[in-house]
């Protein structure tokens, strides 16, 4: 009795062993031959055409690579999952990913799961640049960067671009003073502008959101107007200024401005002004890398799910892999059983050390600081020309 009662003890210890043996410094990547990169975005459901967006151009990406040898001739694996934008389904996917062998991660394509995800890499260590969950938190842990402008950045980024274009001019300004997205946006918008620059400033609350005739008679005379507030409010806006503000006035929104174009009752083209937004990709490019990555993907894709979600998921890649590379090339051993933290740490040293990427499609120089938010110009996304 006493030899049965050893003998399963024994065979318990070695069972535990085998179930932990893919844990500890190599985690679940030792059987790993190829380098893993996992995502977690929604492939299906109302939010598809984002996730499908990030999935196909981060594979072109990966494809590209590993055409041209991968990382000293070990190729790369790209593995999503569909979450379809719901942060309940976000932890199971993490789970899935990390017992898979994911050593580096493009986080999620959205924000809410994009939360969970930070927590869960968090506690793994777990490297990722997200191409597009611009909740400001998402980066709010050391392993998390972003691609995308975070949503409290934009004010300054904005402020960057009209301090290039209208030094010295004046300017309008049409916010939301009780809401913390508009006025969040316009007070970093403020306190990075020029002073060079006149503001004509406006402004609306939630107690009033149908009657913006004093506001447009306020800003009839400015030539260039910021708009850091939702689709909503600013069609309406646009509807009743189309026949006061001058017709060679431009309007110009944040990520607010997506989707005014395909607004129920809302016919944007009967707008004479231009209408325009905060952008880091031009889907209308005809020269450069956003040019190039436009044709590949339309060849390789179709146009339906050409976006900046995509566009930003093929910086991502490449700019992970750059980061690797430069790693190896400074002397870091970067195996392909390499634990995702071991992976982790090399990455933040070379994202928090002032790593640059040059040539991307959204951006010809992007660098990161240590706060994970990302720094690089922002361009004017023409929505609708001027009539």
């Known amino acids: ?65 590993n055409a041209a040898g991968g990382l000293n001739g070990v190729k790369f694996k790209l593995v999503a999952m569909d979450d379809t934008n719901d942060a309940q389904k976000l932890p199971t996917n993490y789970a899935s990913l990390f017992e898979g062998g994911m050593q580096v991660s493009l986080g999620t394509v959205t924000s809410q799961p994009g939360l969970e995800f930070k927590n869960l890499s968090a506690e793994d260590n777990v490297f990722f640049l997200t191409p597009s969950a611009s909740n400001d938190d998402i980066p709010a842990n050391p392993n998390g960067y972003q691609m995308c402008f975070a949503d409290g950045n934009q004010g300054k980024v904005a402020a960057e671009f009209v301090n290039a274009n209208y030094a010295g001019q004046t300017i309008g300004v049409f916010y939301k003073s009780d809401e913390a997205y508009s006025d969040g946006i316009y007070t970093q918008f403020k306190a990075n502008l020029d002073s060079s620059i006149t503001v004509v400033e406006t402004s609306f609350t939630s107690a009033n959101e149908t009657d913006f005739s004093t506001q447009i008679s306020t800003l009839k005379d400015c030539g260039f107007i910021f708009m850091p507030i939702y689709y909503t409010p600013a069609s309406l806006f646009l509807k009743q200024a189309k026949d006061v503000i001058a017709p060679k006035a431009i309007y110009y929104g944040c990520d607010g401005f997506d989707g005014i174009d395909n ?11 231009e209408v325009t937004m905060l952008s880091h990709f031009n889907s209308k490019a005809t020269e450069g890398a956003a040019k190039t990555f436009i044709d590949k993907y339309v060849e390789k894709y179709g146009k339906e799910t050409l976006n900046q979600f995509g566009a930003s998921a093929y910086d991502c890649v490449y700019a992970i892999y750059g980061a690797m590379k430069k790693a190896v090339e400074e002397g870091k051993e970067i195996p392909v059983t390499i634990s995702a933290s071991d992976l982790c740490e ?9 790593y640059t990427y040059e040539g991307g499609v959204t951006g010809d120089s992007i660098t990161w600081k240590a706060d994970g938010f990302v720094d690089k110009g922002a361009i004017k996304y023409v929505i609708k020309e001027a009539n």
């Open 1 to 65: 009795m006493k030899f049965v009662k050893i003998l399963s003890l024994f065979l318990a210890l070695t069972l535990c062993m085998g179930l932990f043996s893919g844990c500890g410094t190599k985690g679940y990547t030792e059987n790993n031959t190829e380098f893993v990169i996992g995502v977690s975005g929604p492939l299906t459901g109302g939010a598809a055409m984002y996730g499908e967006a990030v999935r196909n151009a981060a594979q072109m990406a990966v494809d590209e690579i």
């Open 263 to 273: 607004i129920d009752g809302f016919d944007i083209t009967s707008i004479p002004q």
């Open 346 to 354: 090399i990455l933040k040293e070379q994202f928090a050390g002032g």
